[in-house]
Nanobody
């Protein structure tokens, strides 16, 4: 069973720099299709998918973060990184990485993902 672990959360000033990492317990480079994603959840709000990364290299960003966030996959180190140099207070929340089988394409629907990390808290101060 895949285990995921997020790191890099904490407090950051708006307009500062934020980099989150997600490390998997096993390689994604085993030939099987997969989807990796970052989600976030603010208190009292629904879990929001913000970016997907498919095994074919395609990425998709939610409108709320498009143009501000970047994502990179380091297959050798089994890590997925999420970065922004323009965080806003509304980016605050618990950030989770998740993994799913890639059949049928990647989605931003949290119920499509079988494996989840424990999350890392991000607070963006204005």
């Amino acid at each position: 069973q895949v285990q995921l672990a997020e790191s890099g959360g904490g407090s950051v000033q708006a307009g500062g720099s934020l980099r989150l990492s997600c490390t998997a317990s096993e390689s994604t480079s085993n030939g099987a299709s997969y989807c990796l994603a970052w989600f976030r959840q603010a208190p009292g709000k629904a879990r929001e998918g913000i970016v997907t990364v498919g095994s074919d290299g395609t990425t998709y960003f939610a409108a709320s973060v498009r143009g501000r966030f970047t994502v990179s996959l380091d297959s050798a180190n089994r890590s997925l990184h999420l970065q922004t140099n323009s965080p806003k207070p509304e980016d605050s929340g618990m950030y989770y990485c998740a993994r799913a089988a890639g059949f049928g394409g990647c989605t931003l629907r949290h119920w499509d993902y079988q494996y989840w990390g424990q999350g890392t808290q991000v607070t963006v101060a204005s």
